[in-house]
């Protein structure tokens, strides 16, 4: 995520390496799918937007969304249809580069009885609203797990807190809290998205 020599080279070669990645688990997924009699022909298409490395949205002018993808190669490599780059399509159209999620969230879990909200904690938190009458939202949150990750690697060694056990030892520092809580995206009204842009081992330091 951060610049570097000679980026757009690298940057093509890890596309290709992770249309690969994306290969593999197609054809795992694809075995899996067999026991229950679906095939690669009844596949209709794969949805892959890539792995962002920069986000934008809004800024300098549209602004822009960049992820590392081939979705040309997977397609090659699968046999399969690939769906790509919606999410520049959504930050053209004046959204924040991730349409799919409320959608989905919608989708599966939206209830015209009742109001209700889906938080998904990845590396960056998102929430998708579900109003049992009204427009359905999503908009990132704030970090989720890109923190702790950073701080797990700087002290232990490992990429990441293995099932929290690390986090649940420890205590809430009130103070600390608060004190992030000042960061101005927290205030932000949505829509709105962020990433390691802001939320980064230069953003912890100074913290």
């Known amino acids: 995520n951060s610049p570097g020599h000679n980026e757009l080279h690298r940057a093509a070669l890890a596309a290709n390496q992770l249309a690969g990645v994306y290969a593999r688990v197609v054809e795992r997924l694809l075995l899996i799918a067999a026991v229950q009699g679906i095939h690669r022909q009844d596949i209709t298409a794969i949805g892959a937007h ?116 690390w986090a649940a030892s420890g205590h809430v520092q009130a103070d600390l809290l608060t004190r992030w809580m000042l960061e101005p995206f927290f205030h932000k009204p949505p829509p709105k998205s962020t990433g390691r842009e802001m939320f980064n081992q230069q953003w912890l330091d100074h913290l």
């Open 50 to 165: 890539g792995q962002t490395v920069r986000h934008q949205p809004q800024a300098f002018g549209t602004g822009y969304t960049l992820q590392l993808n081939n979705p040309a190669l997977l397609a090659e490599l699968t046999g399969i249809d690939v769906i790509a780059d919606f999410r520049n399509a959504d930050v053209a159209a004046g959204g924040q580069g991730a349409p799919l999620v409320p959608a989905f969230h919608a989708a599966l879990w939206a209830d015209a009885a009742q109001s209700r909200a889906v938080l998904n904690i990845g590396g960056i938190s998102n929430i998708s609203l579900l109003p049992a009458c009204g427009t359905v939202q999503g908009f990132d949150c704030g970090p989720g797990n890109v923190l702790m990750d950073l701080w797990c690697q700087r002290h232990t060694g490992q990429a990441y807190d293995d099932a929290g056990r």
